[in-house]
């Protein structure tokens, strides 16, 4: 069975803090690895995908970078817009194109 | 349409009402997803479409729950006899088979069960 694991469940960071969100994953073969964003009352949105070990893709203050076992995304001196839900999901091989997701990391950057 | 949209986007029933969820997937996607949220945890997969074919309905808490997307655009999810349970946002999301088969989600229809 595939499994998404997040940490920390909720992270408070200071403006201008740099951090790291974790998502380890166990996958009978991996397709892709998916990172989304989502604000309060609305549905995620998609930030990147990740397809190989040792990829890495950026965009304005985030960086994700996947291994064999896990992802990670580094927020680089954060605002209080970043602030949101950030959930991980994978795409495994086997079956359908259903993504299994991660409970999400909830982040709050304060002023 | 520019995404993914859903109606209603707030719906209140009463225990053993039905109600039915609309999706508009975006404009040429084969590809539509349906997903429960509940209130803290990250979406779960309910059924998947390719075109009107349902490819997958594995995750279909219960025979209550039946989705259908008879011409290959338009999609409703529809739950029967509702529970205090099913209260969740469900969301919707949907992809090209071409390139990335990234899912673009809705912004859900929010359920609550009284």
């Known amino acids: 069975e595939d499994q998404v694991t997040q940490s920390p469940e909720a992270l408070r960071l200071q403006e201008g803090e740099s951090s790291s969100l974790n998502c380890s994953y166990t996958?009978?073969?991996?397709?892709?690895l998916f990172w989304y964003r989502q604000d309060p009352g609305k549905g995620p949105e998609f930030l990147f995908t990740?397809?190989?070990a040792g990829e890495e893709k950026e965009k304005e203050r985030l960086k994700a970078t996947l291994t064999k076992k896990e992802s990670f995304l580094h927020i680089t001196a954060p605002k209080p817009e970043d602030s949101a839900t950030y959930l991980c999901a994978v795409h495994a091989n086997s079956g359908y194109s259903t993504l299994t997701f991660g409970k999400g990391t909830m982040l709050l950057v304060s002023p | 349409g520019a995404g993914v949209s859903q109606s209603p986007r707030y719906k209140v029933a009463k225990r053993g009402q039905d109600v039915a969820l609309r999706c508009d997937p975006i404009?040429?996607?084969?590809?539509l997803f349906w997903y429960q949220q509940a209130l803290g945890q990250g979406p779960e997969f309910l059924t998947y479409?390719?075109?009107?074919?349902?490819?997958?309905k594995s995750g279909l808490p219960s025979d209550r729950f039946f989705a259908e997307r008879p011409e290959g655009s338009v999609s409703t999810l529809k739950i029967q006899r509702t529970q205090q349970e099913d209260s969740a946002v469900y969301l919707c999301?949907?992809?090209?088979?071409?390139?990335?088969?990234?899912?673009?989600f809705g912004p859900g229809t929010r359920l609550l069960v009284l």
């Open positions: 990740l397809y190989s």
């Open positions: 996958v009978s073969g991996l397709r892709g």
């Open positions: 999301a949907s992809s090209s088979p071409r390139g990335t088969e990234t899912q673009y």
């Open positions: 479409f390719q075109n009107e074919a349902q490819l997958d």
């Open positions: 404009s040429g996607h084969v590809s």
